[in-house]
């Protein structure tokens, strides 16, 4: 697609009406695609403020360049504001039984053995669990503590960007 003068102000003209980029993209013809619009409205830097926004969900509908009607824009819905986060309940702390020393080697290890690690690897006294596999690579104890699930809260959101 090769742009002339003509495609580009017609872009900029609808743009700044508040259409869209696929709407623009059938308007300007066969071989102009949603994402070259979008493309040479980046290069161009043209932007569209609230008022454009507000004029496309509150216009009429139009024709679309095809010859059927566009279907209408649905206004924006967003508050200004923060987002609102539902707080989730945390879940209930189970206590895990657990063996309190390794009960096989790094070396000993077999398949089907749980490879939870009990101490520093190069530390003597290290090893590894070694009771049945129930889930991966951990026996039913060590994979529900391994294999958490955690609640999606404001404060974990806040922790995870640095924010507390």
């Known amino acids: 697609m090769t742009w002339t003068p003509e495609n580009t102000q017609k872009l900029k003209t609808l743009w700044q009406e508040g259409r869209t980029a696929a709407w623009i993209a059938k308007a300007l013809g066969p071989g102009v695609s949603r994402c070259a619009v979008l493309s040479k409205v980046y290069r161009l830097g043209l932007a569209r403020g609230p008022e454009a926004r507000r004029d496309r969900a509150t216009a009429p509908r139009g024709a679309e360049p095809g010859g ?97």
């Open 68 to 164: 059927e009607d566009m279907p209408a824009a649905r206004p924006a819905t967003r508050s200004s504001g923060p987002p609102k986060i539902r707080a989730t309940p945390r879940p209930a702390t189970r206590v895990v039984v657990t063996p309190s020393e390794p009960t096989v080697s790094i070396l000993s290890v077999r398949r089907g053995q749980c490879r939870w690690p009990y101490g520093c690897s190069g530390e003597p006294g290290f090893g590894l669990c070694g009771r049945t596999v129930a889930r991966g690579a951990f026996c039913a104890a060590h994979a529900e503590v391994g294999y958490q699930k955690r609640a999606c809260t404001a404060e974990s959101l806040l922790r995870m960007v640095g924010g507390v």
